[in-house]
């Protein structure tokens, strides 16, 4: 098939390009400054131009486009979440609507998160489970755009990968990421009772899950893309400070933690519910090679630790 990939040059697109290339897929890349990568063909192109957007499709033919555009920095001010992911919300609102738009008959498949899911009930959750009701004030933005971003793909019959907490070559949890910067400067505290359950994804999981989506033409509407082992933050934070060879993180109160970080922060490491991936066993077919984080991390971080 001819996949469009918006985001080829990105931490999951430069991942997924390989991928698809070697299932015999013709990949068509789209980037606003498209660096040049095996296997693609690549255009430049502003997402948030919706004529420029148009004509990009409409020369590409696509069977299928790929939207992993985002634009996170690295790493995120939590006292400024709002601020620094202006940008993403942009493209999970305009640029979504330009590419469906502009889509045809192709059929589009989007990145979501499966970390914004409302608190509440199980700390596992499932498709079916509401958003975040009532987010934490910097983090209400993004999950509007979340919002917004479903609707719009899923009303057009498309499919939305709500992805886990990204880790692998280029993300914020590598070794020259920023978050694992911070842990080994011993600037990553355990807040609280560390009680958020993260739902980790390695970045070459989330390749593979691009393919079985591409693979599965009637698969539509959500589908989260995580492993299989939903942790709380005061289990995999000192792994991954030791795995570092960093300072095991201090404890800091969360009403402490709350003066610096402010409230997303603390939710960050407090409060966040986990997601289950059987829905994408079984409709995709799909399952991750990193089943475990500690595998995964251990893959990318312990030779480096040692």
């Known amino acids: 098939m001819r996949v469009l990939l918006a985001g080829a040059t990105g931490v999951i697109g430069r991942q997924a390009v390989p991928v698809l290339a070697a299932a015999g897929h013709q990949v068509i890349g789209l980037a606003r400054t498209p660096i040049r990568l095996p296997d693609t063909e690549m255009v430049a192109v502003d997402a948030l131009d919706r004529a420029a957007v148009a004509d990009a499709v409409r020369s590409a033919g696509p069977d299928v486009i790929v939207h992993m555009l985002t634009a996170v920095p690295d790493p995120v001010d939590p006292r400024h979440l709002d601020r620094d992911m202006a940008?993403?919300?942009?493209?999970?609102?305009?640029?979504?609507?330009?590419?469906?738009?502009?889509?045809?008959g192709a059929r589009v498949i989007a990145q979501g998160v499966a970390y914004a899911?409302?608190?509440?009930?199980?700390?596992?959750?499932?498709?079916?489970?509401?958003?975040?009701?009532?987010?934490?004030?910097q983090f209400a933005p993004e999950v509007a755009a979340l919002v917004a971003q479903e609707r719009r793909v899923t009303w057009a019959g498309g499919l939305v990968l709500r992805l886990g907490h990204l880790y692998g070559p280029g993300s914020s949890f590598a070794p020259e990421g920023g978050f694992a910067r911070r842990l080994r400067d011993g600037k990553v505290p355990l807040v609280g009772d560390g009680a958020s359950m993260f739902s980790f994804i390695h970045v070459h999981?989330?390749?593979?899950?691009?393919?079985?989506?591409?693979?599965?033409?009637?698969?539509?509407?959500?589908?989260?893309?995580?492993?299989?082992?939903?942790?709380?933050?005061?289990?995999?934070?000192?792994?991954?400070?030791?795995?570092?060879?960093?300072?095991?993180p201090r404890h800091v109160p969360a009403l402490l933690a709350r003066l610096f970080v402010g409230e997303w922060g603390v939710a960050y490491m407090t409060g966040l519910a986990g997601a289950s991936n059987?829905?994408?066993?079984?409709?995709?077919?799909?399952?991750?090679?990193?089943?475990?984080?500690?595998?995964?991390?251990?893959?990318?971080?312990?030779?480096?630790?040692?």
Request: aromatic share 6%.
């Open 117 to 137: 899911y409302d608190p509440g009930g199980s700390p596992v959750k499932d498709e079916d489970a509401p958003l975040w009701r009532d987010p934490p004030a």
């Open 205 to 248: 999981d989330v390749a593979t899950a691009i393919l079985a989506a591409v693979e599965h033409p009637t698969a539509s509407g959500v589908c989260n893309i995580v492993d299989d082992q939903p942790t709380l933050v005061h289990d995999w934070l000192p792994e991954m400070a030791a795995m570092l060879g960093a300072p095991a």
């Open 278 to 306: 059987m829905l994408a066993r079984h409709q995709l077919d799909w399952k991750p090679a990193y089943s475990s984080w500690r595998d995964g991390l251990a893959a990318d971080l312990g030779a480096r630790a040692r």
């Open 87 to 104: 940008l993403t919300n942009r493209l999970r609102t305009e640029a979504t609507a330009n590419l469906v738009a502009a889509a045809g």
